[in-house]
């Protein structure tokens, strides 16, 4: 179904949920500017909200998101006051004055919150925000997915839910450090089913240490059994210089290049061929649902949680680590919990790093968006075109890409190159780097 060509995919790129990406981040801004932002926003125009909860029950080994062991009640209870009190001073700013179109909590796990602490989070939001329009989802973990839990997302009335399942083999598993069995995910799916979440994701992974194609094609089909309506098959990155917990995981048994690419196509033809709608570069969802909808319609877009549906311009994040994005600025939250949690307690916004961005930095990143969410983008007023075609014409030669004067337009064989051909729009990623993940 694809073409490998290794030589195209052999330099590692952003994800590019955003752009210019997190790499870029430096400590040149700070709360004024989140205000200045916040003030800026127009009056009516939907907002969406990210919550980030940096705790697990258990650490698994190739996660790379900023999260520790929820192994103290009083770190957690702490937590939650303090994002209560983010929360607080948001809503003394935005008010009413905005409707929100999407509340998503992730983290680390949501779900390692007492259920209690998460309604009472949930009541305020709602209180202190125009959210009669808005859809809430949440990620869950099933290690940790209780009755009690379940009961609390019907309370707050949540519609979505993504589940880290990674891989059903209990060999990979335990290579990992995320040992959950089926039973376990699939009563998690019960449970969620029993709440009333209508859309429910699992995420998957290729690129594991000792995966051969035998152990995806079961993972993929005992998640078609189970039904969810997302699915996102990701590539594991093994960045261990960047993420210390990494080094748990043996990495002279990580597959090849060529079989991760194999494996992507597998996961693509697998859930192609049982009805689910690829969207984007590594995303399924069935025909009804809001994301395959959106991306019939020419209207996926992307941010910090990957491809979605949601189309509010102005995403604010909550929470340590969480990164905030307006068109004009990119503002990430103090990563270390407890040095945002002092911040926060002083009565300030805890904004440590990001940048802002300039017209050309917004162009670049609409037309990298539109590269990946809809294959195709119009690239007039993109700085030196020449250059940028000339770097693509190694991908047009083979019959990956052509132009329609200045807009270029990806062939369907070109899905597993779309990150790397939008990296040609990218000048920050001009020098090789070591700091991203495979581009497969």
Not at 64 to 78: D, E, K, S
Request: glycine share 8%.
């Amino acid at each position: 179904m694809w073409t490998y060509h290794p030589d195209l995919l052999a330099r590692p790129v952003p994800r590019y949920t955003s752009y210019p990406t997190a790499a870029e981040f430096g400590d040149s801004v700070g709360p004024a500017d989140l205000e200045a932002q916040l003030a800026a926003i127009p009056v009516k125009q939907a907002v969406s909200l990210y919550l980030h909860v940096p705790y697990c029950h258990e650490i698994c080994w190739y996660c790379g998101c900023n999260t520790g062991a929820a192994n103290r009640r009083g770190r957690l209870a702490a937590y939650v006051q303090r994002l209560s009190g983010e929360i607080d001073l948001l809503s003394r700013r935005l008010g009413r004055r905005v409707p929100i179109s999407r509340i998503a909590w992730g983290g680390g796990s949501p779900n390692a919150l007492d259920p209690d602490d998460f309604l009472a989070l949930s009541a305020q939001l709602h209180e202190a925000f125009d959210t009669r329009t808005s859809v809430t989802s949440v990620e869950v973990d099933p290690r940790a997915f209780t009755a009690e839990w379940a009961d609390a997302m019907r309370q707050a009335g949540v519609s979505r839910a993504s589940l880290g399942v990674q891989s059903f083999s209990p060999d990979l598993q335990a290579r990992i450090g995320r040992v959950q069995p089926e039973e376990m995910i699939a009563r998690t799916v019960e449970r969620l089913r029993a709440a009333g979440t209508r859309s429910i994701n699992f995420d998957l992974m290729y690129g594991l240490p000792g995966q051969v194609d035998a152990d995806l094609i079961d993972s993929i089909e005992r998640t078609l059994a189970l039904a969810p309506e997302r699915v996102a098959v990701f590539g594991y990155a093994h960045v261990p210089n960047l993420i210390a917990r990494q080094r748990r995981i043996d990495a002279t048994a990580l597959p090849d290049a060529a079989t991760r690419f194999r494996h992507a196509e597998l996961a693509h033809r697998l859930f192609g061929s049982a009805g689910y709608q690829p969207v984007g570069f590594d995303h399924f969802a069935v025909s009804d649902d809001d994301l395959a909808i959106a991306a019939k319609a020419g209207t996926l877009r992307r941010n910090f949680q990957g491809f979605t549906e949601d189309q509010a311009d102005v995403l604010i994040g909550l929470g340590a680590s969480s990164i905030s994005s307006f068109p004009g600025a990119l503002l990430q939250n103090e990563k270390n919990a407890g040095r945002y949690q002092m911040r926060i307690g002083a009565g300030a916004f805890a904004t440590a790093r990001g940048l802002m961005r300039s017209p050309v930095d917004r162009l670049r990143g609409l037309a990298i968006e539109r590269l990946l969410c809809s294959g195709q983008a119009d690239l007039a007023g993109i700085p030196d075109l020449a250059g940028v075609r000339d770097q693509m014409l190694r991908f047009e030669e083979r019959g990956l890409l052509r132009w329609d004067g200045d807009r270029v337009v990806l062939d369907a064989a070109a899905l597993p190159y779309a990150r790397t051909i939008a990296a040609v729009l990218d000048p920050h990623r001009a020098q090789p780097a070591k700091t991203f993940s495979s581009a497969v």
